[in-house]
């Protein structure tokens, strides 16, 4: 079955890196974007952006440009999301999601939906002083 | 980038019917995929599409879009239904945005 792993807690002091794994497994890892998403204490899901690990393309949000990177390791199926300069209000747990997608048709045409099939355990980040 | 809303919270007696919707200039999409998520656990897809549920999750769950308002419905809320509930929807680019959240309570 598909499985999403990742790496464990971390706790980062405000202006270091971090850098999370996520490692694949089940299915073709190159077959299917991997993006990452992030939910801090108490709030709400918010997407930081895609990996295509078959190219290694990526596209951010805005958000997190210039501060985020995306990487892979296909000969493990691995990949990482890396968060620089991180604040205390980087403090979330971390998942990464598999997407997936489907067409519908709608009005006489076929539409597509993207959706995130498989989900990580999730990577609690803490940063702190 | 613009915010797609949905109620904070609802409230269902249990066996009965609640409807959850995402609301937002910024939709992007026809269709949103819907995610459930219980306190310490990852998201967990319940709908996706035009009123697709991936296997294992119960026919009480349903999806419909009425001119830019996706929603979810729960028929026959059960106890294990309470949890938070988010939709997503995609643009051409790939770029998610997910709504702001829904907490579902089942009396």
Not at chain 1, 10 to 28: F, H, L, T
Not at chain 2, 95 to 105: A, E, N, Q, R
Request: proline share 4%; net charge negative; aromatic share 12%.
């Amino acid at each position: 079955q598909v499985q999403l792993v990742q790496s464990g807690a971390e706790v980062k002091k405000p202006g270091a890196s971090v850098k999370v794994s996520c490692k694949a497994s089940g299915y073709i890892f190159t077959d299917y974007f991997l993006h990452w998403v992030r939910q801090a204490p108490g709030q709400g899901l918010e997407w930081m952006g895609w990996l295509n690990p078959n190219s290694g393309g990526t596209n951010y949000a805005q958000k997190f440009q210039g501060r985020v990177t995306m990487t892979r390791d296909t000969s493990i199926s691995t990949a990482y999301l890396e968060l620089t300069s991180l604040r205390c209000d980087d403090t979330a747990l971390y998942y990464c999601a598999r997407e997936a997608h489907h067409y519908d048709l709608w009005s006489g045409s076929y539409v597509a939906t993207y959706y995130f099939d498989n989900w990580g355990q999730g990577t609690l980040v803490t940063v702190s002083s | 980038s613009s915010e797609v809303t949905q109620d904070p919270a609802v409230s269902v007696a249990l066996g009965q019917t609640v409807r959850i919707t995402c609301q937002g200039d910024s939709l992007r999409s026809y269709f949103v995929s819907w995610y459930q998520q219980k306190p310490g656990q990852a998201p967990v897809l319940v709908i996706y599409g035009n009123d697709n549920r991936p296997s294992g999750i119960p026919d009480r769950f349903s999806g419909s879009s009425s001119g830019n308002t996706p929603s979810l419905t729960i028929t026959g809320a059960q106890a294990e239904d309470e949890a938070d509930y988010y939709c997503d929807s995609r643009d051409s680019s790939g770029c998610h945005v997910f709504g702001t959240g829904t907490k579902v309570t089942v009396l």
